[in-house]
Each structure stands twice: as structure tokens, then as C-alpha cells.
């Protein structure tokens, strides 16, 4: 079972930034891929951003050159980087690891942390 802590979260203006963190219970070397997904009101939630235990990264179309996932394995948290947020980001930031335990995939979820943007 892997624990994930999420904080970071708040209220910025429209252009601002924010960096939201994800501490997670085990080494993110033993995750396959450590991601950020938000869900808006009445809407689905949405891959963001992943990392993958290689280093590989990959983003949503919406946040491509806004947003930077990464990593600091000696603290075993990762982190997701946000400049030039737009109102449209507005949601509740979801951590997320992925992981091959006991031959299957394996979903973790963090408790949510909500970003608004808004003047």
C-alpha cells in the first residue's frame, strides 16, 4: 500500500504560479509512473502530468510548457511545477502512483488538493 501525502494547493490569481508536492510512504523508484491528474466540477478526471521510474515525462496537451513534473528521489516526492495558470486549471490536484505489485497494476491515490485560479 502506498501512502501519498499531496499539499501545496491554494487560491492565485489568474498568471500566477504554483507548486504543489506529493510525498509518497515508499521510494518512487519502486513506482512505475508517479503522476498528477485534476478533476473540475461535473467533469472527468484528467491526466496532467507522469513521470515514469526512468524519467520519462508526459503532459497534457493544456499544460505543455506551463507546467513541469519532477522528482527528488532522496525525498521520495515528487513535485508539479504550475506557471501561467488560467482559470480553466481550476480543480481538485490529484497525486497518483502507478505500480506493478503482486502481477497486476496497482492505482494510489493522494486526498486531493484544490487549486483555484481566479481574479
Known amino acids: 500500500q502506498v501512502q501519498l501525502v499531496e499539499s501545496g494547493g491554494g487560491l492565485v490569481q489568474p498568471g500566477g504560479s504554483l507548486r504543489l508536492s506529493c510525498a509518497a510512504s515508499?521510494?518512487?523508484?519502486?513506482?512505475?509512473?508517479m503522476g498528477w491528474y485534476r478533476q473540475a466540477p461535473g467533469k472527468q478526471r484528467e491526466l496532467v502530468a507522469g513521470?515514469?521510474?526512468?524519467?520519462?515525462?508526459n503532459y497534457a496537451d493544456s499544460v505543455k510548457g506551463r507546467f513541469t513534473i519532477s522528482r527528488d528521489s532522496a525525498k521520495n516526492t515528487v513535485w508539479l511545477q504550475m506557471n501561467s495558470l488560467k482559470p480553466e486549471d481550476t480543480a481538485v490536484y490529484y497525486c497518483?502512483?502507478?505500480?506493478?505489485?503482486?502481477?497486476?497494476?496497482?492505482?494510489?491515490w493522494g486526498q486531493g488538493t484544490q487549486v483555484t485560479v481566479s481574479s
Open positions: 513521470i515514469t521510474v526512468g524519467g520519462s515525462t
Open positions: 497518483n502512483a502507478h505500480k506493478w505489485f503482486l502481477s497486476s497494476w496497482k492505482d494510489y
Open positions: 515508499e521510494s518512487i523508484f519502486s513506482i512505475n509512473v
